[in-house]
């Protein structure tokens, strides 16, 4: 699951920044019909045309708080990947000053749960997102090739490390889809390669599938730690908060939308706690989320908006201090490219839901992280906002990696439960698979950038470059229409 879950630590991390947070952030959203990212906004709250802005006064962590009302060009909702790479982009592309608003912390949500892959390999050239997925990747390498210019290790700074990536299959069938796969990346100007059974043995000893297995590689393919990154991208931003251009807002519910009574345009939000005007937009990138937020924000207005993102479950394994064999590169099956197979159920017993709560697809993802625990996954499920930890998940999770790594079946997954994390979390999925990003029809200067589901780390600089060019009305590096709202 690549950057897509809510992170519950079973067994508590003393190193790690949000672990207190992120715990009462699970704990308050175990309830099935809570949503845990932002409260019941009660109506679209209209706002006069004109009013005095109030230059924001930040502390040195941009951390803000007070009833005063502020002005800021840019709103962002949302302190994921998503939202805290769009906010960088506006204060090192532009001058403006940003505020990043969000119910819990960063990696509460989506972020702080995922593999950390951003990995190319597994996707087809051509398609809609693979212009997006490309521009992204170049600008992740740029971003980490200008930190090591800066006498910065990219691995320390944001778990940056070039893995390469193996799309594996395990029979002849599997073998024909995958040299079809390595001929359209090769034909789109990236090194893969196919890798016969001897050639993948020698890569991965540990992976032993028989004669007819294969895989497509490409060596180049990196991954981070999200974690990592997140906090680097925060650290930096927080850079601008001595300017007056930046300042978080974090714990604080959106409750409405401000807009203006004489052009109905967006003029900011309402949070818990405060008052947010904006002159220039307000991004709303707040993940699965987002649908739900939108939805509750519009109540009260004659505008109609179909945003069908909701939080498709998912679930990860993670064991520390794993000995039995070491990974060389990330791995993934070559079924992981169709794991889409949740589906919405219209016989489903949970009524609230409407989602099939037995459904659940499972596919084998492979990784050893900067800190060398193999992380396993990954399942799929469509339960509205539930997230409680499902053994059973975990058991099918582990009996697909051990037909891959037999090693594995000669471990005994109940003795390593003092060793092991489960990560289980809610991506934001979109029914057709690509995200919305884009200004919001009939509300001006209101932009959304939701629905990346297993994609939000690998797309997350090509959509914030991507919003940032539409409000600043700049030529765009990537065609912006098919994800248009």
Known sequence: MAASALKISLIPNPNDAYSYNTRKFAAFSSSRNCNPSFSRPSSIRTQPNTFRPVQASASASGRVSGSTPLTFDV???????????????FLLGSNLSVAVVDAAVPCAGATGAGQGYIWRVHKTPG??????????????????????????DPLSALGWKKTGSLLVGRTADDCSVLRKKVEQLVDAGLGAEFLSSDDLLAEEPALKLGEECGAAFMPDDCQLDARRAVAFIEKANRYFAAEGRYAEFYNEPVTSLLRSESSGDVDGVQTSKNTLHCKKAVVIAAGCWSGSLMHNLMQNSEIELDLPVRPRKGHLLVLENFKSFNLNHGLMEVGYVNH???????????????????TASISMTATMDMSGRLVLGSSRQLMGFNTEIDESII?????????FFPALKEVSLNNSSKSREVRVGLRPYMPGGKPMIGPVPGLSKAFLAAGHEGEGLSLALGTAEMIINMVLENPQNVNPAPFSV
Do not use: F, M
């Open 127 to 152: 398609t809609e997102k693979w212009e997006l997925a490309i521009r992204s990747h170049q600008l992740w390498e740029s971003l980490a090739e200008s930190i090591r210019i800066e006498g910065i």
């Open 75 to 89: 709103v962002v909702v949302g302190a994921g990947v998503i939202g805290l790479t769009i906010a960088r982009q």
């Open 340 to 358: 889409e197979s949740a589906v919405v159920s219209s016989t489903s017993s949970d009524s609230s839901t409407g989602h099939d709560a037995n």
């Open 395 to 403: 058991n099918r999770i582990w009996g697909r990696a051990s037909e």
